[in-house]
């Protein structure tokens, strides 16, 4: 039985978005297009690889069969393509997402990866932000920047940096600074709203003081310092966005915190050199500025 690896192309893409809409946009085509594709590998197969429900393409048992057959031609056809341009710099050519935490994001990549393209332009890159947990196995994002580390899936983590967070408030609303952490109980704090809270690491008031009382949520650690920066109330912010705002860092040696990022991308990615060239240009980057990440009491 022979399939035609554009078929498998667009049966792995709809696996991925789940609908067939969806894959054509990201593909750049019709939805007929997909169709067609699609209908033309049920064909040379003999039966469905998807059941078309109200939650949208589901695979089939043999679809189940088929995927991972899918997925190894696909890692085989993209390294290919990376060798056959020899891995060269200036040869690397196509588009790689970056996923980070909005915070991460703007502070750090926003500056870092335009960069890239000065020795690399052939290669588009494309910065989102994962407000909630990735999705790599969808291919939502080629790399992804976490807080947490996964603990299972087949996937390549590197640490990236670790970085240090501190309680910062407006100077307008520390005239009478707070003397211990029971203090705090009387000011007003800013945070992240609970229901979109997508990580444990990040519930930094009630790891302070259960009393607390936030008066101001944001889903964003930009929104957040922008509040603080107003006198909205007290909150927990990365140093590295915190720092020449003119916050005043509050209790600095009873309220701190530590975090680690870390730098993910499938497995089946390992050979693609235009991901190992973005990945490393994002380590070495990070690491090559370690101070900004450290709380300064100067």
Partial sequence: MQFDWEDIRYFLETE??????????????????????????????????FERSDEGMLLTEVG???????REMERTALALGDQLGDGRAEQLSGVVRVGAPD????????????????????LQIELVPVPRTHKLWKRDVDIAISLDRPQTGRLIMRKLVDYDLRLYGAPELLTD????????????????????L??????????????LRTAYKAATVKAQLDAVRAGAGL????????????????????????????????????????????????????????AQFTYDPQ
């Fill in 177 to 196: 600074p707070p003397r211990n952490v029971q203090d705090l109980t009387a000011y007003p704090f800013v945070g992240y709203i609970d229901d979109l």
């Fill in 103 to 122: 915070g991460f994001g703007n502070a750090v990549l926003s500056h870092i990866l335009p960069q890239l393209l000065r020795t690399s332009p052939g």
């Fill in 235 to 290: 909150g927990v912010l990365p140093c590295f966005m915190a720092a020449q705002t003119g916050l005043i860092p509050v209790l600095p040696e009873e309220v701190q915190f530590n975090r680690r990022y870390w730098l993910l991308y499938p497995e089946e990615f390992r050979d693609l050199a235009r991901i190992r060239r973005v990945a490393d240009f994002i380590v070495d980057g990070v690491r090559g500025s370690p």
């Fill in 64 to 70: 189940e069969r088929i995927l991972s057959h899918a």
């Fill in 16 to 49: 991925r978005a789940g609908r067939m809409a969806l894959a054509a946009r990201r593909l750049g085509v019709s939805h007929t297009t997909v169709a067609r594709h699609i209908e033309r590998l049920e064909r040379s197969i003999g039966t469905q690889v």
């Fill in 198 to 211: 997508y990580t444990g690491e990040l519930d930094f008031n009630r790891l302070i003081h259960p009393q």
